[in-house]
């Protein structure tokens, strides 16, 4: 079955380092891949889509990888800071189908 | 503004009662959806409507329902089928399923607990 592993541990870092967060599927080739921003008791929000024929996406501090061969994206913010402290959710999705799977997230912590 | 609202935001159901969520949406989008979260799982789907007056089963639609008689209304039933209800229910909206690639905008959920 298809299968979205991020890194169930929490990533604490300091505020200015880069953090970088890691997405893997299995099973799956999936056309696109999104990025999401959860914070507590609050909805998902909208941060990133990368192609399958794109080998990276920016925006502003944001940077996405998608590997196609490794079955992998990489999301990396740079110049952290502690409002980026959140739970950050990866999503492959199918072209035919449209749907989205969830990977069950990576929570990052920045301190000041 | 634009947006999803979910409502209530905190939910309390007794053995054997149904309870319905809602989901109100003023974006014009024609995709709804609705996903349950566990803590620490991702998001799993439950049903999503494309059309108005369609929709489809997600991969954990036992013991939910759902209508979609207006393009701004998904609200989704549980009913006392589902055994283990509490949990932290997500709805979404996007331009159109099948379109692929459009992002998904949620609500800021509704927490159902069992009493």
């Known amino acids: 079955s298809q299968k979205i592993e991020q890194n169930s541990e929490a990533l604490n870092i300091q505020e200015g380092k880069t953090a970088t967060l890691t997405c893997n599927y299995t099973?799956?080739?999936?056309?696109?891949l999104q990025w999401y921003r959860q914070d507590p008791g609050r909805g998902p929000v909208f941060l990133l889509l990368?192609?399958?024929?794109?080998k990276e996406k920016r925006k502003e501090r944001l940077k996405v990888t998608f590997d196609t061969t490794l079955k992998q994206s990489l999301f990396h913010i740079t110049a952290s800071q502690p409002a980026d402290s959140a739970t950050y959710l990866c999503?492959?999705?199918?072209?035919?189908?449209?749907?989205?799977?969830f990977g069950q997230g990576t929570t990052l912590q920045v301190k000041p | 503004d634009g947006g999803i609202t979910q409502s209530p935001k905190y939910l309390f159901r007794k053995e054997g009662q149904n309870v319905t969520l809602s989901c109100e949406q003023n974006l014009n989008h024609d995709a709804m959806y609705w996903y349950r979260q566990d803590p620490g799982q991702g998001l799993r789907l439950i049903y999503y409507?494309?059309?108005?007056?369609?929709?489809q089963k997600g991969d954990i639609a036992e013991g939910y329902s759902v209508s979609r008689e207006k393009k701004e209304s998904f609200p989704l039933t549980v009913t006392s089928a589902q055994k283990n209800p509490t949990a932290f229910y997500l709805c979404?909206?996007?331009?159109?399923?099948?379109?692929?690639?459009?992002?998904?905008?949620f609500g800021d959920g509704t927490r159902l607990s069992i009493l």
């Open positions: 409507s494309q059309i108005v007056n369609d929709f």
């Open positions: 099973n799956y080739s999936p056309a696109y």
């Open positions: 999503a492959p999705g199918s072209s035919n189908t449209g749907k989205l799977i």
């Open positions: 990368i192609r399958e024929n794109e």
């Open positions: 979404a909206s996007s331009g159109q399923v099948g379109a692929g690639n459009q992002p998904q905008h």
